[in-house]
């Protein structure tokens, strides 16, 4: 089984920055793709950002230039980097994780959410 934990959502100011990170636990053999996907109340969820085992990346129009994602392979770990927040930005952010796990073997995983909430 692989688990994520995000962390690093928070509250605050519209021109503010925060930085999100998602770990992956577990007994895990390689992960390829790690994507960060947000969600507001009855909304659809949607694709942030996304980065390959390649290190090759794509960001949603919404906040292309402003937001950087990355990945520590060492740490089994994806972060996004938000920079020049707007209010609509604020929703629960989720990371998403496909790989191989030596004891499951191709596993598609997710996180529990961290909420980021900007203020205008």
């Known amino acids: 089984q692989v688990q994520l934990v995000e962390s690093g959502g928070d509250l605050v100011q519209a021109g503010g920055s925060l930085r999100l990170s998602c770990a992956a636990s577990g007994t895990i053999f390689s992960i390829n793709t790690m994507r960060w996907y947000r969600q507001a109340p009855g909304k659809q969820r949607e694709l942030v950002a996304l980065i390959t085992s390649g290190n090759s990346t794509m960001y949603a129009d919404s906040v292309r230039g402003r937001f950087t994602i990355s990945r520590d392979n060492a740490k089994n770990t994806v972060y996004l980097q938000m920079n020049s927040l707007k209010p609509e930005d604020t929703n629960v952010y989720y990371c998403?994780?496909?790989?191989?796990?030596?004891?499951?073997?191709?596993?598609?995983?997710w996180g529990q959410g961290t909420q980021v909430t900007v203020s205008s």
């Open positions: 998403n994780a496909q790989g191989i796990a030596r004891s499951i073997g191709p596993f598609d995983s």
